[in-house]
């Protein structure tokens, strides 16, 4: 059984036309073809040269050997990668898949030692991110499931025989993100970061394998899968565990939310602590990475402080009658390196790459709210004095989506506010 690739191929060997469209996108090529067959380019198109009366969207010209692909691709809620990045050559795409299947799974102890961050656009979260990397030595990114659109970044078809019956075995991967090109800018951006672990990106990514016998249907792991030319999802018939994922952030303990998520309606729901932190601004990644390396006692020194007091902080929160001293005490502490930070940003303000790379220092607050779960599904917040109140059930409806609360468990939620001038 031939994939799409291969059926592309082989009808423009037959052009004599191989050489021209063996690196176009599948969208790009298959339009050659057309174009050399004298027919209209409208493979791929926004809607068919030819609408069916019962669906528009779908094509009637029967003797068009591309309408079943055209006609998925046009309508399918799973995109082909090259629906919006048809320009980038099929060279690009096979990169861009490759550099998003190798990222490897993280276990829990990565998990226990990061920062979550969620964002709900992967083009909007540069400057969180910045802040991130001189909070915290760890931050794992991770997209918002219900704000991305999915994308089919491989698909693979082959066929076998045994005991002279004929089946068919196919496997997918398919990935949940806001903007498939703002994603690709990101990686490429944030590389160094990546490869020393600062940063790291947490995927919505599924796999799977199902298989078909020809002439009577049988599918394994997700029975609402038919068998077709095309991939097997459908507007109608999309598999629900496609959209089941133990996210990887339910189960850190420090979640990182960016100001306009936090509510702030409920009086109760009030910070354990408020920091001023300087942060480098208008600045690419690759110069941040360079300052950070260059000078890391005053860059780096503060988060690697930070996380470890929240550490202590945390496994002190519950059941302990010291807890209000303990918050003090690891206050002093931060503010006495933040001082030191801040002691050191305005020397390096002087420094020649922040005057010829345009980098400015600017700061942000960043608020730390303690919650936890006790007794059911009520949740609770931790406040400065050690008392803890109530959470309403907006805010309990809230956070339970986002972390995976267990009882008497601590978690922290680090606030990123607005940027304002140092």
Known sequence: MANLREVIDQSAKALNILNKIQNLSDRNAIKEIQIEEGNQSCYGNDEPLIGQRSNPKLCSISDCKWRTYCNW?????????DKELHFLTKTDLETITQELLKIPSLDKDTNLSAVGLRTSSITEVGNPTKKMLIASPKTIIEENQEASKIYLI????????????????????VLWTSNILGLKKFLT????????????????????????????????????????????FSNEEMPHTMFDFDTILKVTPHLALEDPTI?????EFIPLLN??????????????????????????SFRDFLQPELEKLR???????????????????????LRKLDSDFKKLKSKTIFNSSGAIVALFTLGFYCIFKEGGDILKILGPGGIAYKLSETYSEFLQK????????????WKLGKTKSY
């Open 315 to 337: 496994d002190s929160v519950l059941g302990s009658a010291n807890f209000q001293s303990s918050l003090l005490s690891a206050e002093r502490e931060l503010r006495e390196n």
């Open 73 to 81: 691709y046009r309508t399918s809620k799973i995109l082909p990668l």
């Open 275 to 300: 920091m001023e932190i300087p942060y480098i601004e208008n600045t690419s990644f690759n110069t941040l990475k360079k300052v950070m390396d260059d000078y890391p006692e005053e860059l780096c």
């Open 189 to 232: 951006e944030t590389d160094e970061f990546l490869k020393s672990k600062n940063l790291i990106y947490s995927p919505l990514l599924k796999m799977g394998t199902y298989f078909e016998e020809y002439g009577r249907r049988r599918t394994v792991h997700d029975k609402s899968f038919h068998p077709g030319l095309v991939p097997p």
């Open 402 to 413: 986002k972390i995976d609360l267990k009882e008497n468990s601590a978690y922290f939620i």
């Open 154 to 173: 491989a698909f693979n078809k082959s066929a076998t025989q045994s005991s002279g019956e004929h089946y068919g075995r196919s496997s997918y991967s």
């Open 263 to 267: 509510l702030v309606s409920d009086p």
